[in-house]
């Protein structure tokens, strides 16, 4: 498996951490896990390459966005892997294409039925790929885009400099709003409550410090990250990366960051 990272343009950077595109020729089949992030995302699938179904043998498209996961997903291609695709921000849905990001919590928009139109990749050198991809976004932008919402953008911020560790009490007293609002106006463009969120932060935080081999013990990891007792980061674990974190080092191959290939 082989992965190449890219930077975005400066006009796609408030709404894109990064491309990527991830290759493998192996004919026979991969597993992959979908990890909980906190961040929707973008999938083309290359000519040749196999596509993706889930557990259930549900197909997905060959060409999709995605938003919020709220719990670990599994999916599986039958031959080669090719992919290219972006990781967004949190609240990036709306601003791209101007969609509802609650809508599309836990779901998928096929983009054969996009008005705008599907994504054409050249048959291209990966950055020609990726220049292509970040050419549509701008597009769809322009045409579908709406404003961004500064005290959502600062509510993610806040949470994810927190690692998820911040109450809401407290956040709403820094953002100066009422809780229906935000809540009202953090579902819209972030797809999921900030409760959720700051609880994928937490988990996200651990799973950095699992990723660097930075504790002694597993159970500093929820001690770190202020969870009751390592039971409850343990459930937390489960939920949003489908294993507990001795099996998940085990079983996880991490190519992609939050989109490990599953080795047993």
Sequence with gaps: MHLQQFDPPAALQ??????????????GPSTFRIVADGSPGLFVQQPGSA??????????????VYGQTSFAQQISAAGP??????YFQPSALPALLGVSAAGLTDSCLDLQ???GGPPALPEAAPAAQVAALAGWLLRQRAAYGQPADAAVDQAVELLRQSGGCMALPELLRCLQLPERSLQR????????????FARICRFQATLGQLRRADYDRLSDLAFDANYADQSHHIRAFREFAGAAPRRYQRQAREVLES???LTS
């Design 185 to 196: 106006r953090f579902r819209q463009h972030v797809g999921i409550s900030p409760q959720l």
């Design 81 to 86: 892997i090719g992919t290219v695709g972006a």
């Design 14 to 27: 408030p709404y894109v951490r990064y491309f990527w595109t991830l290759t493998s020729a192996a004919a």
């Design 259 to 261: 989109f490990p290939q």
């Design 51 to 64: 596509g993706f179904q889930d557990a259930a043998g549900k197909v997905w498209p060959r060409q999709f």
């Design 113 to 115: 039925q996009w008005p």
